[in-house]
């Protein structure tokens, strides 16, 4: 595995820690061509973010736990696949409920960006360069936060709402493949801890 500048990795890491926002905030500008396609309403078409941010809030709370036991890698990738092979499965969907289901599945997975991005800052750095580190990702993800709206707007003006979600799944194949090629694990397998989910629950 080729080690990645610090530059590179910060680009990585940020992009990572993009995955709620890519998923969510691309979507949203979409929101009035999937009411319309579907032929549901506004309420309908708008449960798509808060079932997305309630999965996402709720999985937050444990990919800690799933990083430390499995690896930082294991568990970006598998998220990163996820959020792709749902993506792709938005793309066929014909009835408002399927979206529902698949979007709370996606945003179980995209609460791993943010959680696992922060922790692999943690495990390379601490003090004065971990936060720089931090604060070049934020700003990175703020220039990001100003432009996914944008995207996801001009693709449903272009191409319809299905376009958003198969751009985000290419976007999700190719970071996996970025992760896969160059993401360092930084948990090594001595230094893991077995995941105990009813502790965790507790």
């Not at 999985?59 to 294991?74: E, F, K, V």
């Not at 698949?102 to 936060?131: C, E, F, Y």
Request: aromatic share 8%; with cysteine.
């Amino acid at each position: 595995m080729k080690t990645l500048s610090p530059v590179a990795l910060t680009a990585l890491l940020a992009v990572i820690g993009l995955l709620n926002s890519i998923c969510s905030d691309m979507v949203i500008p979409a929101l009035p061509s999937l009411r319309d396609d579907l032929q549901v309403s506004n309420w309908q078409a708008q449960q798509t973010i808060s079932f997305f941010f309630g999965a996402c809030a709720f999985m937050s709370l444990w990919y800690g736990a799933l990083a430390d036991a499995w690896g930082r890698r294991a568990v970006t990738l598998g998220a990163l696949l996820v959020v792709a092979v749902t993506a792709l499965g938005c793309l066929a969907v014909r009835q408002i409920e399927h979206l529902w289901i698949l979007r709370t599945v996606q945003g179980m997975a995209s609460g791993a960006g943010l959680v696992i991005s922060r922790t692999v800052v943690r495990d390379l750095h601490i003090g004065a360069t971990a936060q720089k580190l931090l604060s070049n990702i934020m700003m990175v993800q703020t220039l990001s936060l100003v432009a996914t709206p944008v995207i996801g707007g001009l693709l449903a003006a272009a191409w319809g709402w299905r376009a958003v979600f198969g751009v985000i799944a290419g976007v999700m194949l190719a970071l996996a493949l970025a992760c896969w090629r160059w993401l360092p694990e930084t948990l090594p397998v001595a230094q893991r801890r077995p995941l105990r989910p009813a502790a965790l629950w507790h």
